[in-house]
T-cell receptor, first 116, second 114 residues
C-alpha cells in the first residue's frame, strides 16, 4: 500500500513569493497534519485537517494556511515567504478514528523549501 | 499545552555500547508516548511506543520505560550499531475524540562510532 506522498521534494523560492505544498495521505486516512522541521527546533506543529476542516492549529502566523480536499489530500500554502521559512515541511496522515490513538500515524518524506 | 523536553541533544557512543535518551512531559493527561527515528534525508519513522498503562516495553535491542508519577520516559538502545546513527524524537500525546496531535521533543542526534 502506498505511503504518504509529498510533492514537490525540493523547492527554491525568492523572498516575498508564495508557495503551495501538497500531501497525499495513505488511502483511507482522513487526518493530515503538517509540521515544520528546522535544525535545533525539532518538529513544530502547523495544523491538522480532518474531513476538509482545520481541527487543530499550532502557533504559526497567518501566512501559513492549508486546506483539505474531499479525497483527503491536503495542501499547505505559505505567502510572503521569509528567509526563516526555509525548512523541511513534513506531513503526517492517520486514520484518526474516535477512541483510537495514533492509528497508523505516518510521515511523508517531506518537501525541502529553500527561500533565497 | 503539552511541553516535551528531550536530553541530550547529541549523544556519541562506541559501537556495542548502550545509549539512553530521556524525555519529560508536562501534561499529566498525556497517555501515549511514541519514539521516532529519522535517518539523514529520510522521514521520521515510528520505532517503538508505550501507553500510560504500561511501565516498560521492549523490542529486540530497544526498550522504552515510562514513569507517570515523575512524568518522564526514556529510550534505551543496547548493543548499538552504526546503523543506529540517526536523530531520535520522543513525543507525548493524548487522544481525544479521534484527534491525535503528538508534541515532539527537539530530538537527539545519536552517533555510533564503529
Amino acid at each position: 500500500k502506498a505511503g504518504v506522498t509529498q510533492t514537490p521534494r525540493y523547492l527554491i523560492k525568492t523572498r516575498g513569493q508564495q508557495v503551495t505544498l501538497s500531501c497525499s495521505p495513505i488511502s483511507g486516512h482522513r487526518s493530515v497534519s503538517w509540521y515544520q522541521q528546522t535544525p535545533g527546533q525539532g518538529l513544530q506543529f502547523l495544523f491538522e485537517y480532518f474531513s476538509e476542516t482545520q481541527r487543530n492549529k499550532g502557533n504559526f502566523p497567518g501566512r501559513f494556511s492549508g486546506r483539505q480536499f474531499s479525497n483527503s489530500r491536503s495542501e499547505m500554502n505559505v505567502s510572503t515567504l521569509e528567509l526563516g521559512d526555509s525548512a523541511l515541511y513534513l506531513c503526517a496522515s492517520s486514520l484518526a478514528r474516535r477512541q483510537t490513538i495514533n492509528y497508523g500515524y505516518t510521515f511523508g518524506s517531506g518537501t525541502r523549501l529553500t527561500v533565497v | 499545552g503539552e511541553n516535551v523536553e528531550q536530553h541530550p541533544s547529541t549523544l556519541s557512543v562506541q559501537e556495542g555500547d548502550s545509549a539512553v535518551i530521556k524525555c519529560t512531559y508536562s501534561d499529566s493527561a498525556s497517555n501515549y508516548f511514541p519514539w521516532y527515528k529519522q535517518e539523514l534525508g529520510k522521514r521520521p519513522q515510528l520505532i517503538i511506543d508505550i501507553r500510560s498503562n504500561v511501565g516498560e516495553k521492549k523490542d529486540q535491542r530497544i526498550a522504552v520505560t515510562l514513569n507517570k508519577t515523575a512524568k518522564h520516559f526514556s529510550l534505551h538502545i543496547t548493543e548499538t550499531q552504526p546503523e543506529d546513527s540517526a536523530v531520535y524524537f520522543c513525543a507525548a500525546s493524548k487522544g481525544s475524540g479521534g484527534s491525535y496531535i503528538p508534541t515532539f521533543g527537539r530530538g537527539t542526534s545519536l552517533i555510533v562510532h564503529p
